[in-house]
């Protein structure tokens, strides 16, 4: 059974850092792209960042272009998202996941991220 555990998210103020990590497990991580997510209150779930399964290619919404980051480690089934510049309205719950072209896996609890002005 694939299990996907997020951490790192906690309360920031606008313009600070934070680094989110996705541990994977009972799935051939490497053979997968994979993505954050986030919902924020009353708004649909988006994907923000995709990774390809070999890391070697990245996407990004416009809305965090240049201000996020993807990256994975295959040797420890993890991926993380670094995010710099936070923005009030990046606040949302952070979830990771495969890409939508793949049958998501059960989704984790997600990690909150909620970004002060």
């Known amino acids: 059974q694939v299990q996907l555990v997020e951490s790192g998210g906690g309360l920031v103020q606008a313009g600070g850092s934070l680094r989110l990590s996705c541990a994977a497990s009972?799935?051939?991580?490497?053979?997968?792209?994979m993505a954050w997510y986030r919902q924020a209150p009353g708004k649909e779930r988006e994907m923000v960042a995709s990774?390809?399964?070999?890391?070697?290619?990245?996407a990004y919404v416009d809305s965090v272009r240049g201000r996020f980051s993807i990256s994975r480690d295959n040797a420890k089934n993890t991926v993380w998202l670094q995010m710099a510049s936070l923005k009030p309205e990046d606040t949302a719950i952070y979830y990771c996941?495969?890409?939508?072209?793949?049958?998501?896996?059960?989704w984790g609890q997600g990690t909150r991220v909620t970004v002060s002005s």
């Open positions: 009972g799935l051939t991580f490497s053979n997968y792209a």
């Open positions: 996941n495969t890409v939508p072209t793949n049958l998501y896996f059960t």
């Open positions: 990774i390809s399964s070999s890391g070697g290619g990245t």
